[in-house]
Structure formats: structure tokens, C-alpha cells
């Protein structure tokens, strides 16, 4: 049965709250999680209230945590989030960075002490929507090995990038550096539905397509078939939200898919450009417009982002679909 969206955050929200979040931590969550299930994400929407509901109980996530102004010199800043859930500190490390950016031309914000990043690309829109250009990268628990190795080494490690348009949506661009985004291999699981070959390793390091089996061990680096790429560019991320802004690595993580463990402690980084600081606004939106043009010669060819802002509206419209059995659990007759 589906439910509108005002609903089912309100419903998300006091899951959380229920489990030891704060009123701000938890609305942030719940804002960022209908998002995701309404561009029809599942893997990182509603599929995650139970898993953070039980982090926040055996204190993974710290419930209380405030996110904090760390540091900052110019255009580059540090946010704690203090253990807690990702959003909060996410979005504090946006507004200071568009605002950043708006003085500098650029700017680069890092979030550490951090969680689960969720859609990477949703963080981002507060540059578009400013008119300015975002990347976003961000680590996760080990996942993926090294190149030529077998032990998960780094996460999944999304890489995310928002261009803004002239009337018209943003382009989105958001892929995870596994063959496919670790969340699918979840709902898998949770189905009980095989995943194709190629996706993952088990946890002596053989092919599976068994998806508990794959949680249990590693994912596969996207063209570790053919070519390290995939693990090379995750070795980027990796350092770029570690070592350079001072979050634990990945293999430091207890997976998420596990309700004890550590405080993952991991690390997202934003940069934010104003075009108007480089070729100008208008030299910007103009070009981004030939380009888009020239894509949309070729019959087939969808902008990225196109079908995730238009699940989005459909579901401002009419609601999301949320399963009777979960939504009575949540204390919805």
C-alpha cells in the first residue's frame, strides 16, 4: 500500500527516535531515507531503518551526537559527526561548503566520525540548487579487495557529481565501485533471491551467487573481470576520505550488515565549485546544454538522473509503497 511521503517520514523518523536517536538526527535520517525510496532506491531507503534502528541500540551510531564545525582554513573545512548517523553532519558540511565556495570559488568539506553516507548524489543537491557544481566520495566498511588480492580491503566506495542545468533538472551521477552498489546484494539477501555471477566473492574468495554468502565475504571491483580500475580509483577514494581528512579506513569498520560491532568512524568529502569563479555561470549553463544536446542525438540515450527525478515526482504525487507487515510493525494499523 503506498503513503505520502510526510507520512511514511514521520513513521521512519519515530523508528529511530524509538531506538535512541534525537529528534534533529532522526528527521535527517528519515528525510534522507524516503528520498532514496521514492527515486526508487530501496537498497539504501526503507531496507535500512531496521539496520540503523539497530545500531543505534547497541551503540554503534551515538543517538545524542551533534554535529560539529571541526576546523576550517579558507575553503576547506572538517565536520565531526560525533558517531552519530551521516545526514546531519552531511548537510552541515553542505551549507558550509556552497557558503565556502560562494567566497573562495571552491571549497572542500570533509565529514568524519561518520556512518552510512546513504544516496551520495542527494547530498549534493544543495550545490545545484545554489547553481554551483558538487562531487561527492565517501568509504564504506571493507568490501572490495586490492588489486590482484582476496581479503576485502576497501568499501564500495560511491563516487557522486551533480551539474546543475538552466531549466531543467541536474544531471546525477552516483556509482558505487563495486560491480553493483553492496545495498542490492542486501535486499538479495533478505529476499532470499540468488545474485547474478560476477558480483561478488565468498569468504574463502570464490565466485558465489549466493547473496548471504557474498555479505559474508567480498564484492567484486566493477571490471575486476578485465582490468583493476575498479580497485584502483576505490584506492583513491579511500585516501582521499582517510588520510586526508582523518577517517578510519574501511577494513577499520565493522560491516554494516551486522547490528554489533564498532563505531565505523567513516569519512565523506564534498567539493563544491562555482562556475561563476571559472568560465562564468552562463559560458557554463551553455556548454553543458551543447553537450546535452549532442547526447540526446542517439535514440535511447537517458540523462543520468532522469528516472530518479521522475520516480521522485510520481511519488510526491502518490505516495511511496510501503510493505502492510513492515508498516503495522512500525505500529501503523
Same mark, same amino acid.
Given at each position: 500500500m503506498k503513503h505520502p511521503l510526510a507520512q511514511v517520514r514521520l513513521a521512519v523518523a519515530a523508528q529511530l527516535q524509538?531506538?535512541? /536517536?534525537?529528534? /534533529?538526527?532522526?528527521?535527517? /535520517?528519515?528525510?534522507?531515507?524516503?528520498?532514496?525510496?521514492?527515486?526508487?532506491?530501496?537498497?539504501?531507503?526503507?531496507?535500512?531503518?531496521?539496520?540503523?534502528?539497530?545500531?543505534?541500540?547497541?551503540?554503534?551510531?551515538?543517538?545524542?551526537?551533534?554535529?560539529?564545525?571541526?576546523?576550517?582554513?579558507?575553503?576547506?573545512?572538517?565536520?565531526?559527526a560525533g558517531a552519530g548517523l551521516a545526514f546531519g553532519a552531511c548537510e552541515l558540511a553542505m551549507g558550509q561548503a556552497v557558503a565556502a565556495a560562494r567566497e573562495h570559488g571552491i571549497a572542500l568539506a570533509g565529514v568524519v566520525r561518520s556512518?552510512?553516507?546513504?544516496?551520495?548524489?542527494?547530498?549534493?543537491?544543495?550545490?545545484?540548487?545554489?547553481?554551483?557544481?558538487?562531487?561527492?566520495?565517501?568509504?564504506?566498511?571493507?568490501?572490495?579487495p586490492a588489486a590482484g588480492g582476496r581479503h576485502p580491503v576497501f568499501g564500495t566506495n560511491p563516487v557522486a557529481a551533480i551539474f546543475p542545468r538552466e531549466h531543467a533538472d541536474p544531471l546525477l551521477i552516483d556509482l558505487s565501485l563495486s560491480e553493483v552498489a553492496r545495498g542490492k546484494v542486501m535486499v538479495a539477501a533478505q529476499a532470499g533471491r540468488p545474485i547474478p555471477p560476477g558480483w561478488a566473492l565468498d569468504a574463502q574468495g570464490r565466485p558465489t551467487t549466493d547473496a548471504s554468502a557474498a555479505l559474508e565475504g567480498s564484492m567484486l571491483p566493477m571490471g575486476a573481470a578485465t582490468s583493476p580500475k575498479g580497485a584502483m580509483l576505490a584506492l583513491v577514494v579511500e585516501l582521499l576520505v582517510t588520510a586526508l581528512i582523518g577517517a578510519n579506513f574501511g577494513f577499520e569498520a565493522s560491516s554494516f550488515f551486522v547490528d554489533e560491532g564498532n563505531q565505523p568512524g567513516l569519512g565523506q568529502l564534498f567539493v563544491v565549485i562555482d562556475p561563476g569563479a571559472l568560465a562564468g555561470q552562463a559560458q557554463y549553463l551553455g556548454r553543458v546544454e551543447v553537450l546535452v544536446a549532442e547526447m540526446l542525438r542517439d535514440e535511447g540515450v537517458r540523462l543520468p538522473g532522469a528516472r530518479r527525478e521522475a520516480l521522485r515526482r510520481q511519488a510526491e504525487r502518490e505516495g511511496v509503497e510501503v510493505p502492510e507487515a513492515l508498516w503495522q510493525a512500525w505500529g501503523h494499523a
Open positions: 524509538r531506538a535512541g /536517536a534525537g529528534a /534533529a538526527m532522526a528527521e535527517s /535520517a528519515a528525510r534522507a531515507l524516503v528520498l532514496a525510496e521514492a527515486q526508487g532506491l530501496g537498497s539504501h531507503g526503507l531496507s535500512r531503518v531496521a539496520q540503523y534502528a539497530a545500531h543505534l541500540r547497541n551503540g554503534r551510531v551515538d543517538g545524542s551526537a551533534v554535529p560539529r564545525l571541526l576546523r576550517r582554513r579558507g575553503g576547506a573545512l572538517v565536520v565531526d556512518h552510512h553516507g546513504g544516496v551520495l548524489v542527494d547530498h549534493l543537491r544543495a550545490a545545484a540548487e545554489a547553481g554551483m557544481v558538487g562531487l561527492g566520495f565517501t568509504n564504506s566498511p571493507a568490501a572490495m
